[in-house]
C-alpha cells in the first residue's frame, strides 16, 4: 500500500496549532491539540481591480498590508528616480512626503505608519526610517545595492539579500539601529523577491544570470534551498508573512512579455494560483499571501493597483475510535 509521502510527495506535517500553509487536501498533525488535521473545499485567490496610485511609477518599493500599505521610490518613465511616497487605506492612495533621496530598485520593509526604505540605483546604501509623517535618514546598509530582496514586519527589524553589483549572494539584517552582516544566500542573484520577517524569510526567483526559478527559506541564521517556483521569472514580487506562507506574482518572461502568472507557498511547495489582471514586472507588493496587494510596474510605469483575495479553506480534525 502507498504510503501518504508516496501518493502526496511530502510527509505529513507536524505543526503546533493550524498550519497557515495547507493547500487543499493536505494532511497534517497538530501538536497541540495532538490530532490529525484535514483541509479541504479550498477555492482559487482572486485579483480585483483597486484605485490607482497618483503617480503611475516601476520599481518602487512597498510595506504594510491590503487595507494599509506604503509606496515609496521607484522610478517615472523613463528611468527618472523618484522620491514620492504614497499610503493607501484599502480604498485610496495618498500623497505623504517624499523620500529624503530619491531612488528606485530600492528594499522596504514594515507597516504604512512604520516603514523602513534602503538601498537602491544608482548602487547606495542610504537607509531611511518612517515614522507614519516623514522619513529620516538612519545607518547605511553595510553593501550598497540594488535589485535586491527585502522583507521585514516593522521598521526595527527587516532583512536584506541579493542584488548587484556585483550580482551577490549578502543578507544583513537590520535591528533598529544598524545593518550586520549574516550568512549569505546560496545562489547568489539580482531581480529576486523576498518574503516574511527577518528571523523567517523567503527568496524566490532573480536571475543567476538565466531566470531562476530558486527558492530559499531563512531560518534567522541559515539559508535552506527548497522547491522551486513553477516559473523561473526575475524582476517579480512577492509577500508573506513569514516562510511557510508566501506569495509570487508577475515577473518578465525570456522574450520580453511581462507575466501575470501567481504563485502560493505553503511552506513545502509553490501551487499556481489566479493571474494578475494585468502582467507585468517590477511591480511592488505589500501584504500576506491571502491578502495581498501589487502595484505599479512595467510598462509603461502604469498606476495600476490590484488587491488578491484568498477566499480561504476549511479545516476538519480526524478523529479515531
Not at 544566500?185 to 524566490?204: C, D, I, V
Not at 501551487?271 to 505589500?286: M, Q
Not at 501584504?287 to 495600476?304: D, V
Request: glycine content about 14%.
Amino acid at each position: 500500500m502507498a504510503t501518504y509521502k508516496e501518493v502526496n510527495g511530502t510527509a505529513v506535517q507536524n505543526y503546533a496549532g493550524t498550519y497557515p500553509g495547507a493547500v487543499d487536501g493536505e494532511l497534517w498533525y497538530n501538536s497541540t491539540a495532538t490530532t490529525f488535521q484535514f483541509q479541504y473545499g479550498a477555492t482559487a485567490g482572486v485579483w480585483a481591480t483597486g484605485n490607482n496610485l497618483n503617480t503611475g511609477r516601476k520599481t518602487m518599493a512597498g510595506a504594510g498590508t491590503q487595507t494599509a500599505a506604503l509606496g515609496f521610490g521607484g522610478q517615472l518613465p523613463p528611468a527618472a528616480a523618484s522620491a514620492l511616497t504614497e499610503t493607501y487605506n484599502g480604498t485610496s492612495w495618498t500623497e505623504v512626503n517624499d523620500l529624503n533621496t530619491a531612488r528606485g530598485y530600492l528594499g522596504g520593509a514594515g507597516t504604512n505608519t512604520a516603514a523602513l526604505g534602503f538601498g537602491g540605483s544608482p548602487a547606495t546604501a542610504i537607509t531611511e526610517t518612517w515614522n507614519g509623517t516623514n522619513w529620516t535618514e538612519v545607518a547605511d546598509l553595510g553593501t550598497a545595492r540594488y535589485r535586491f530582496a527585502s522583507c521585514g514586519a516593522t521598521n526595527t527589524a527587516a532583512l536584506a539579500f541579493g542584488g548587484t553589483p556585483p550580482v551577490t549572494a549578502i543578507t544583513e539584517t537590520w535591528n533598529g539601529s544598524n545593518w550586520t552582516e549574516v550568512n549569505d544566500l546560496n545562489t547568489a542573484r539580482r531581480s529576486l523577491a523576498g518574503a516574511g520577517t527577518n528571523t523567517s524569510a523567503l527568496a524566490f526567483g532573480g536571475q543567476d544570470p538565466s531566470d531562476s526559478a530558486a527558492t530559499e527559506l531563512w531560518n534567522g541564521t541559515n539559508w535552506t534551498e527548497v522547491n522551486d517556483l513553477n516559473t523561473a521569472r526575475a524582476k517579480l514580487s512577492g509577500t508573506g508573512a513569514s516562510n511557510t506562507a508566501a506569495l509570487a506574482f508577475g515577473g518578465n518572461a525570456p522574450d520580453g512579455s511581462k507575466y501575470a502568472q501567481t504563485e502560493l507557498w505553503n511552506g513545502t511547495n509553490w501551487s499556481e494560483t489566479s493571474d494578475l489582471n494585468t502582467g507585468r514586472s517590477l511591480l511592488a507588493g505589500a501584504g500576506t499571501n491571502t491578502a495581498a496587494l501589487a502595484f505599479g510596474g512595467s510598462p509603461n510605469a502604469p498606476a495600476a493597483t490590484e488587491e488578491f483575495t484568498n477566499p480561504g479553506t476549511i479545516t476538519k480534525t480526524l478523529t479515531t475510535s
